[in-house]
């Protein structure tokens, strides 16, 4: 049992796609939240995405609504977060990070996930 690893970060112009993968912690659960974050220089980690598992239901922030679409392959045990129609706005570092307790209301906050990754670089360029 570690922490998560994140991987797929990379440069990319405006309007390309990425997709960034999150190998998990291999820790056993019955119920987990898994969540994207960012956080671009000078500013405060920003909620992603995240999915919740078993029931496999996705949440999304407004900025990234419509253009990227968080899965997760239970069998690899690895989230990815697929990045499409990208802005210069997107650009941070990007991080995978589990909650073990799962409750709902704290879907979208930083302070309730227990693991993180070391974050992965995403670059929009003009």
Request: aromatic share 12%; with cysteine; hydrophobic share 35%.
């Amino acid at each position: 049992q570690g922490q998560p690893v994140e991987s797929g970060g990379g440069l990319v112009q405006i309007g390309g796609s990425l997709r960034l993968s999150c190998a998990g912690s291999g820790r056993t659960f019955s119920r987990i939240h898994i969540g994207w974050f960012r956080q671009a220089p000078g500013k405060e980690h920003e909620f992603v995405a995240a999915i919740r598992w078993p029931s496999r239901h996705t949440y999304y922030a407004d900025s990234v609504k419509d253009r990227f679409t968080i899965s997760r392959d239970a069998a690899k045990k690895t989230t990815y977060l697929q990045m499409n129609h990208l802005k210069t706005d997107d650009t941070a570092v990007y991080y995978c990070a589990e909650d073990m307790n799962g409750i709902l209301s704290s879907i979208r906050d930083h302070a309730a996930y227990d693991y993180w990754g070391q974050g992965t670089q995403v670059t929009v360029s003009a």
